[in-house]
């Protein structure tokens, strides 16, 4: 197959000249959680026709990859209507969803980005919800509990089903007529390949997240507190994970000792061993939460947006784990709370006191009991379910 254009482009036909299903997986993470699905999928239906806007996971997992946008995930996606790439690819999507007729379109994640291209498809009246052939499916709901609630009328009208990854986001939409199924959680899986492990003789992982300005905000915070500790006579040694050479150039602006070593994360690399953490309130947190390694939670943004974030959302907790379990598993030290000083003990408790240690394996075991998967719901299932 010849690969796809770059701008200006249009997006190929399917091979054979048909399809059952279009994916549309904006970054890298969702179209790891679609591969799977498509795997998932093709175990229980083989003869499924899946096409795909997404990456090099889902071409790899038996779909026709149309084009491949994680590519292009740096770019963001909040302010996708502005930028000229994104209102080609929009509408070239409905476009070929005009012209191709997959029986449904399952977008997953990338709300800034995918909710777009469904209410455009609704608007062309090309989904069944506007009298179309094609239904429109979700995976991986946005945060509506946390921030802009409202988005969930909308979704309401315009789609036919979502798949959630937290037990009580179906909760949210309770008083929508949107159809709901919780699946379990990727991260919960089978085949998922965890990235971190807990070994208390490991060294101490410093994860100030995957976007440059919170790691320019959290890492010297990081970096501060672990050299207090270093300086209060701890001997374990540090290591920062990082996903992309955008995030490595933004850790080494900070100047960090060589005692610190900077990892790359590789996806599907033998899991990094460690004895405790400080997070930032990202994904990562929730990856070490569930494999049991003890630490903090730390977040820092520049005032406004903090005010503005206090305004708009709406939780008790930053960190999943956290709200998933209504309690602080990883104590969180927000703005001017995260103090070399304060982090720096988190890290000696996490690393000393065995209470804590045991506690947090607790509360690993509760976490993958909430997010396994229901023995009735999968999403190759859902997705052949909504297929036909």
Request: glycine residues 8%; charged residues 20%; proline residues 8%.
């Amino acid at each position: 197959m010849a690969a796809p254009k770059q701008l200006p482009f249009s997006l190929p036909s399917p091979e054979g000249g048909a399809v059952d299903l279009l994916i549309v997986a904006a970054e890298h993470s969702g179209d790891q959680h679609a591969a799977r699905a498509v795997r998932e999928l093709k175990a229980l239906r083989p003869e499924m026709r899946v096409c795909a806007v997404g990456g090099p996971a889902l071409a790899a997992s038996g779909a026709q990859l149309l084009f491949d946008l994680t590519a292009h995930s740096a770019l963001g996606f909040a302010a996708v209507i502005k930028i000229p790439f994104f209102r080609r690819l929009i509408a070239d999507i409905v476009r070929w969803v005009g012209e191709h007729r997959p029986k449904a379109v399952c977008f997953v994640d990338s709300s800034g980005l995918n909710l777009r291209i469904a209410k455009a498809l609704f608007a062309r009246g090309l989904t069944s919800k506007a009298g179309g052939p094609t239904k429109a499916l979700y995976f991986i709901s946005p945060q509506i509990w946390a921030s802009r609630a409202g988005r969930r009328f909308a979704m309401a009208a315009h789609l036919d089903g979502l798949a959630t990854i937290f037990p009580f986001e179906p909760e949210c939409y309770a008083d929508t007529k949107l159809p709901v199924t919780f699946i379990g959680h990727p991260f919960v899986s089978a085949e998922h390949v965890a990235p971190v492990r807990y070994d208390p003789n490991g060294p101490i992982l410093l994860l100030p997240g995957s976007r440059k300005g919170a790691v320019a905000r959290i890492f010297p915070a990081l970096l501060d507190a672990y050299l207090w500790y270093r300086n209060d006579g701890g001997d374990h040694r540090a290591v920062v994970l990082y996903p992309s050479d955008k995030i490595l150039a933004a850790l080494q602006a900070a100047k960090p000792p060589a005692e610190v070593e900077l990892r790359h994360l590789a996806v599907g690399a033998e899991p990094v061993a460690a004895s405790a953490v400080l997070t930032s309130s990202g994904t990562m947190s929730l990856e070490c939460a569930l494999a049991g390694i003890p630490g903090a939670v730390v977040y820092r943004t520049d005032p406004f947006t903090y005010m503005i974030g206090r305004w708009i959302v709406k939780v008790p907790y930053l960190g999943i784990a956290n709200l998933l379990l209504g309690e602080a598993m990883y104590p969180e030290y927000i703005q001017g709370a995260a103090t070399p000083a304060r982090l720096a003990a988190q890290l000696t408790a996490s690393l000393r006191e065995p209470d804590r240690i045991e506690q947090t394996r607790l509360h690993a075991e509760k976490l993958r009991a909430l997010l396994a998967q229901p023995a009735t719901n999968s999403i190759g299932g859902w997705l052949a379910g909504h297929i036909g």
